[in-house]
């Protein structure tokens, strides 16, 4: 504060001093008008100039920067002194007054923290106690309900027991009165079982001697036809009979149906089965299924040259079929028993099937109680398991399981396995026959 002081009292000498002397006019005049001044302005001890030989504006502006360059060099040092011992002073008291607040601070929040953790610790307690308190209690809740599940246990036991017991005695009391009633039923059905059979038996022995005496007697009428067949079949053999047709025809007497000797191309003969009674007659079979005796998918050889049993079932031969069909004017009639026992036919008055590497088929001009089943067979080829002439992209033959005139595959199929053969609905039992119109 004592620098202070002194400082204020010299800048205020300064300005003073300044004021007075310096206060004038510049001259104005020129020539020797204008007279230089000798003034003493201040003492040696500050170093300044001791004469001045210049104007009033030389001199002010001189005599400013001279007490501007002193104030500077004189108290510059001072004043950076007294700044920084002020800084210092500065500092030292906010540090004292932080570390105060600072300590009081920490003193404080060491009571709440002490505080706080001594709560935390009575709480802590408090919790501790309260656990083993819950722990007690659950304890004597778990050996409660234990006791109480055993005594549960115990009971549902012994009542389970007693269920048992008593619906055993009823069981055993209802079955022995079951088996009273099933042995008083039983022995009434015996009696009436010995009374049925007894009467069952003499019927028996009375339709079994009135069968043995019909049998005998169609026996006997079987032989005597056959016989007359045979004949008559021998009488035709001769005359080289191209099919039944022609047998029939040419016969003088009522002919039965049966195997007959044909010559298709009036060379080679073939036995043929001949059906002398359905339309008037003269039917050569050419196909004929009823029980599934033969197996229908052969390859194409043997549906060329046929198979089977001519007195069972059996595929004439395509090689026939042909030569019969391309030599005159046949018909085509199928006749058919479905799974309902239900018959149907169909008639096609323009039949035939084509030379050798095809077999095509041509029908037309239908009739008859069933579906127009070959409509969709008209002018295909005949196909085998082991040639395939049809238009699907799979061999139909094959896939069927049986040789026919496929197209894609087929509408209606006669030749599928046994059961499986199919006209608008599933067949039971089929025959093909030709006639010559």
Request: glycine share 6%; aromatic share 10%.
């Amino acid at each position: 504060m004592k620098v202070t002081g002194k400082l204020m009292s010299f800048v205020f000498m300064i300005k003073l001093l300044t004021i007075n002397i310096i206060e004038g006019k510049p001259c104005t005049e020129t020539g020797s008008k204008c007279k230089q001044v000798r003034m003493p302005l201040i003492s040696n001890n500050l170093q300044a100039p001791l004469v001045a030989e210049l104007d009033i504006t030389s001199m002010n502006n001189h005599l400013k920067s001279y007490i501007d360059d002193d104030i500077k060099s004189t108290f510059s040092d001072d004043v950076m002194d007294m700044v920084k011992h002020e800084q210092d002073q500065l500092k030292t008291s906010m540090l004292d007054d932080y570390s105060s607040k600072l300590n009081e601070s920490m003193e404080e929040y060491d009571k709440k923290l002490s505080k706080i953790v001594q709560n935390f610790e009575d709480k802590q307690e408090n919790i501790q106690h309260d656990i083993i308190k819950v722990y007690k209690n659950l304890s004597e809740s778990e050996s409660n309900f234990n006791t109480k599940i055993t005594d549960l246990l115990s009971g549902f036991e012994h009542r389970q027991e007693s269920l048992k017991l008593a619906m055993l005695s009823e069981y055993l009391s209802n079955l022995q009165k079951s088996q009273e009633n099933n042995n008083n039923k039983i022995n009434d059905l015996a009696s009436d079982l010995k009374s049925e059979f007894a009467n069952l038996s003499q019927k028996l022995e009375g339709k079994i001697a009135s069968y043995i005496q019909i049998q005998k007697k169609e026996l006997e009428e079987w032989r005597i036809n056959r016989t007359e067949s045979l004949n008559d079949t021998d009488s035709h053999q001769e005359r080289k009979n191209k099919d039944c047709t022609d047998i029939e025809k040419t016969s003088d007497q009522m002919l039965k149906s049966g195997v007959y000797k044909i010559y298709p191309d009036g060379e080679q003969s073939v036995q043929a089965y001949c059906d002398m009674s359905t339309d008037s007659g003269g039917w050569t079979v050419i196909q004929k299924r009823f029980d599934g005796s033969v197996d229908f998918n052969q390859n194409w050889l043997e549906c060329e040259n046929g198979f089977g049993n001519i007195n069972g079932e059996f595929w004439f031969g395509n090689k026939y079929v042909h030569t019969l069909t391309t030599s005159g004017k046949y018909e085509l009639r199928i006749d058919m028993v479905d799974r309902r026992n239900n018959k149907r036919y169909a008639v096609y008055k323009r039949f035939s099937i084509g030379d050798a590497a095809s077999k095509r088929l041509t029908v037309d001009d239908y009739s008859g109680n069933a579906v127009d089943g070959l409509r969709n067979h008209n002018g295909h080829k005949f196909s085998a398991k082991d040639q395939d002439n049809d238009i699907s992209d799979r061999h139909c033959a094959s896939y069927n399981q049986g040789p026919w005139w496929y197209y894609d595959c087929y509408y209606a199929n006669l030749n599928t396995p046994f059961g499986m053969m199919y006209w608008s609905g599933y067949i039971l039992r089929s025959v093909m026959m030709i006639r010559k119109i």
